[in-house]
């Protein structure tokens, strides 16, 4: 009817459409030369996949000059007025400075504004923005724009949505200057959604007496104070998101005063205290919020147990106490779940992950029907897993409890099941891998450390083929060999079989397994004895280790990160190509930072090359049979933190050299043929080794003075608590950095079947105050113990056994509150102050030295890896047992695109014997 009467107008009318025309082709020109300020670079939105949800792409490439404007993308007019009233460039990869005297400005009728995710370029807001008098929606979402939001903007008074809201992937945030943020608030009457998270502000106390007001964004705001504000009863609020803020404050007292609050969000606010008085201790108020929806405390640091007043909550369809994003700030709720069958009858998603609940999963789990995603992973729930009687279940995250007994039948005809991780339970019995056949929608199925046998009948396996499936981890599962039903998961891009009993090698069909869509692959801890090439062209991350492999060491293809084939029997020499920068083409050798070749039988000499730009941050050939001097050219890796040479049978003088890595923090040379003097003979005054925290030169032949330069060079064990810091143990378990080892922070320069070094212990040594262990042992040191070892409070464990060290023990050990063990036999020392004790067992040594004599400490035994021993610093790595809870976390965000490929770059750590890593 419209287009009949815009018809009929242009027939009797001419001039109106000429007049239509010319103002039309006005506002063309004008969007054209706008367009025209700004490059196209799809990483100008680079975000707006991973936060927006929809696909980014050049809207403004359909503008095309003599073409209709109103039909051009992102464009919407007012056909009766000939305007433009609407402009939508969200997600178009816009980059470049945004001019302050943009044509933008001269189309005044803009209703709607929206330019968020792209980037530009940290241009200041444009005050001019408050020409568009009509404008109601404007949104700066991820935008690049940077400093202090213009006054001008409160003269906007039509908006109803406003969006200046900062992403965490922001490099720069608004800021408010306070009068102008009053102003805004005050003249902004017409609002009803207004984000204002992750700005750096400070909030007006008028912001909840907006009347319109529906939805509030304040969350990620550092700096907000709330403590004055309550809520008024009168509010309109629906929506309300007060998440990650650092103040502490009471003003969650009065949230119970919202009554139309539908969505409330307090997550990772640790400091919190009225919020767990609100959780905790306020359950009857609680029930006030009638209508709400959706609630999140997670990592809120939450320390109480799970109200009876959930079950008032009829209307709730989502609720998170769990760990939601870093490990901080985490809940440690207790207790039971309420269990009445009629809580939460409405609830969508339930997220308790990461607590210390216990007792049996409450019964309307199972019967909640409209329960689609069940987070319960990492807490003390016991007894059997029940009936679902639910079909809408989509996610189900039990991993890491003490659940036990069979898998229910029902969760094989859960139609709409997409993730299941069930690892890390006490579940059994035998399952038929085609008993999933009936879950088409399958992604990701977790099994792993489980008391649980697959098995797979092979002809029915073919007839069963999940095809979703991306992600299988079956470690600890009792298999024997390579599943036939891998056979048809072509799409598979996780597969992690370790810990269980596969013999032989890996057959041939494996190959075509995932072969242009895996990235992860774990066989460690099998008895694989042969592995002939990876054809795997995405592979990030493969584990051989722990297992008979045997022959030559094969190179994966180059997009690997993580490689990891130590406890093998891989022989011949370690090709120099592997370090060699021409070789990228085969291993990216820049993009590498872990590099662990330990505990086989490679022969020949460390590769004499190594690439400048060099990123290697950990290099492990530790326990090997490699010759000959070390090359220079590792100075390349400037970021090296790890350099473990030790146990091989490399012939050289100590390299000085390495001082100049700035990074290095563990230096470990020892079991070699290495000899001379460590006084160096550098000039150099910059800090060297200022990094050390373990440095292990023991059972070689160097000879002369303990090093008393380096000694007085190891800044980061020297007064840290001055500055404030302090420092345990080395390394972390993060899987975006590879780092997956810890280090006891010591010094070891011991000898063996020989003296070594000579003279006396350095009174320097008094400094290293956050020093763990210390052995000189088998040395010909002589004179007394320096009192200084006095100073070494954090010290657990020193051996200073055979010397000739005279004296008296300082009385001063016995004061040092760690020390549990203590050597110092087979020297001259006297005096009332040795006791000797019945003889322990021998912790300190493993090649037979005398028994320790102490003080009245108890000897406690310290567990390293698989073994304990002191003397030696055998076992440096300190392992977690079973599985770490960085890859549990890999395993519950697989749904989580952009995270999983991120976590796929790492693997779980696996300790020298490789007992502690299998459950």
Known sequence: MASYLFLCLFLFFPHLYASFSSSGSHFCSKLIQFKNSFSITEGASLYCDKIAGPKSYPKTNSWKEGTDCCSWDGVTCDHLNAHAIALDLSCSWLYGNFPSNTTLFLLPHLQKLNLAFNNFNLSKIPSELDRFTSLFYLNLYHTGFAGEVPSQF????????????????????????????????????????????????????????????????????????????????????????????????????????????????????????????????????????????????????LSATVPRSLENFLQLTHLNLSLKYLEISKNTLEGSIPDDVTACPNLISLGLSDNLLNGMLPSWLYTAPSLKTIYVSQNQFSGHIKEFQSKSLEYLYLSNNKLQGPLPSSIFQLLNLTFIVLSSNNLSGVIEFSMFSNLPNLRLLDLSYNNLSLTSNSTSSVNHILYNLTDLLLSSCNLSEFPQFLKGLKSLESLDLSCNKIEGKIPQWMQKVGNDSLSFLNVSHNSLTEVEHFPWKNIEVLDLSSSLIRGNLPIPASTIHVFLISNNSFSGEVSSLICNATYLRILDFNSLEFLNLKKNKFYGTIPPTFAKGCRLSNFNLNGNLLEGPLAPSILNCRGLEVLDLGNNKINDTFPHWLESLPFLQVLVLKSNHMHGSLRGNSSKSSPFFSKIQNFDLSSNYFSGPLPVRYINSFKAIINLEKIGSTVSYMGVNDPQDCRFYTYSIGIVMKGQDRELFEGGIPKVIGKLNLLKGLNLSHNNLNGDIPTSIGNLTSLEWLDLSSNRLSGTIPNRLADLPFLSSLNVSDNQLHGSNIIEPPAPPNVLEKDGSKSNIAFDWKVVLIGYGCGVVFGMLVGYVVFQTGKPKWLVNLVENQHEKSRRRNQRKTIAAVDEEGSNYCK
Do not use: C
Request: charged share 20%; glycine share 6%; no cysteine.
């Open 154 to 301: 409160s003269h906007l008074s039509k908006l109803v949505s406003l969006d200046l809201s900062s992403s965490i992937y922001d490099y720069e945030q608004f800021t408010f200057d306070k009068h102008a943020l009053e102003g805004l608030v005050q003249n902004l009457t017409e609002v009803r959604h207004l984000f204002l998270d992750g700005i750096n502000m400070k909030i007006p106390k008028n912001i909840f007496d907006l009347p319109n007001l529906n939805l509030l964004n304040l969350g990620g705001n550092q700096n907000l104070n709330l403590d004055p504000l309550k809520f008024n009863r009168s509010s309109n609020l629906e929506h309300l998101d007060l998440s990650w803020m650092s103040s502490s404050t009471e003003f969650i007292d009065s949230v119970d005063n919202l009554q139309a609050l539908e969505y409330l969000d307090l997550s990772g606010n640790s400091s919190f205290q009225g919020l767990r008085k609100f959780f905790g201790g306020l359950p009857d108020s609680m029930g006030n919020l009638v209508s709400l929806k959706f609630l999140d405390l997670s990592n809120s640091n």
